[in-house]
């Protein structure tokens, strides 16, 4: 099980295999490399900050898991994690501390891509 949560403004996710950043930071952050090309993993030293709620929990390890959130938030041509992506994932539950989100990891990719082209569509 991994629980996501954000981190200057990119995901942070913490699995029994270890801690995950997942797509450019939009805030300054010293353990952060500049200028790595989008998306990227990273494995977060034990000095990070830690999660803060709202938490997403998803069934899934290590640094697959990592990759299969990234493929399905981040927003392709600058590896930032898309906000209407999001939100929708915390629809209805914003002031819940951790949110079940297993169908997230479940959903068929062709399926998932249906939802990010019709929210990340400029209208």
Not at 7 to 27: C, D, R, Y
Not at 38 to 51: K, T
Not at 84 to 109: D, N, S, V
Request: glycine content about 8%; charged content about 25%.
């Amino acid at each position: 099980m991994a629980r996501i949560g954000r981190f200057a403004g990119s995901l942070l996710i913490a699995t029994q295999e270890g801690w995950f950043l997942v797509g450019n930071p939009k805030e300054p952050c010293e353990w952060v490399q500049e200028n790595l090309p989008p998306p990227y993993l990273l494995a977060v030293p034990e000095s990070a900050e830690r999660l803060r709620p709202p938490l997403l929990i998803v069934d899934g390890e290590g640094e697959p898991i990592a990759r299969a959130i990234g493929d399905r938030l981040l927003i392709d041509r600058n590896g930032l994690v898309s906000e209407r992506l999001w939100r929708i994932l915390l629809h209805g539950q914003e002031g819940a501390a951790e949110i079940r989100c297993e169908w997230l990891t479940k959903i068929p990719a062709h399926v998932w891509q249906v939802v990010r082209d019709s929210m990340l569509k400029c209208s």
